[in-house]
């Protein structure tokens, strides 16, 4: 990656909100899953988990938890198949709950 290129995705970074930035994470964790790059996802998953708020999350918190740390399990033995549909399932239900134009109304 360039230096350009460095800087274009830090600054993309820096100017998401929190709801762009999961879904960047679950891209992330999504694609390092597809190329086999289960230190890469493990990141991922554990920057997922790091970012619940349990206490304000409540039981929703607790399964996400929950799946990811599933998740986690499953990549630290090389299967990534259940992480890609773990982490595809919950992308497409945080867009639809929080990206789509029916969720901003």
């Known amino acids: 990656m360039t230096s350009a290129s460095r800087q274009y995705h830090a600054q993309a970074v820096l100017a998401a909100s929190p709801v762009e930035l999961i879904d960047k994470l679950y891209g992330l964790g999504i694609a390092a899953a597809h190329r086999g790059d289960a230190p890469h996802v493990r990141r991922v998953l554990t920057e ?3 970012a619940l ?5 409540g039981e929703l918190a607790t399964r996400l938890r929950d799946l990811y740390e599933y998740a986690l399990r499953e990549s630290a033995t090389g299967n990534l198949e259940p992480t890609i549909s773990v982490l595809t399932g919950l992308r497409e239900t945080w867009r639809e709950a929080f990206l789509t134009p029916a969720a901003a109304a």
């Open 53 to 57: 708020d349990e206490e304000r999350g």
């Open 48 to 50: 997922l988990v790091t």
